[in-house]
């Protein structure tokens, strides 16, 4: 049995009401790894079943698709080492959430959120649509961090012109 079989055995997915959730079988301390993130369907179109890890490749990432979005999270995907971290303390039975935004510019099928934190983003569209701010309270990964670059440069130039 490979480690990463057995990291995924600690995990199971839960179905109610037609809704998933990833719930953990055992409890992880803040920074621990919980497991790789699968990436062997890698494309360069997302679709809501995939987690963008590049400027242009998004991977199918297996039963972490039933990971659902917190703007409080408890885990982060790291794309760079392709790894799910714990982002605080997490207990067994809890249902992990990660900050969509985090891995995703602009999202496939963006939806209101739900999640009744009190730094809630209310419309999940990708990190493009979010102030800075607003993803500074959050782990990002390189590629979001370069998008935002790119962003704030191109601003830059046009009010230049506009001058």
């Not at 408890?74 to 990660?98: P, W």
């Not at 569209?125 to 782990?139: C, M």
Request: some cysteine; glycine content about 4%.
């Amino acid at each position: 049995m490979t480690s990463t079989t057995t990291a995924m055995e600690t995990l199971v997915i839960k179905t109610e009401n037609k809704f998933r959730t990833l719930i953990t079988k055992q409890t992880y301390k803040k920074g621990e790894v919980i497991c790789p993130m699968p990436s062997e369907n890698i494309m360069d179109k997302p679709n809501r079943y995939t987690v963008q890890i590049g400027r242009t490749r998004h991977t199918h990432v297996g039963k972490l698709a039933a990971l659902n979005h917190s703007c409080d999270p408890n885990v982060f995907l790291d794309t760079e080492h392709m790894l799910m971290v714990a982002a605080r303390d997490i207990e067994k039975g809890e249902e992990l959430f990660f900050f969509y935004p985090s891995t995703e510019w602009e999202m496939d099928a963006p939806f209101i959120c739900l999640c009744g934190s009190a730094n809630c983003i209310n419309v999940v569209a990708g990190a493009r649509f979010l102030p800075l701010s607003t993803l500074e309270r959050h782990y990002l990964n390189p590629h979001i961090r370069e998008e935002m670059i790119k962003l704030l440069n191109n601003t830059k130039q046009h009010l230049k012109k506009l001058k």
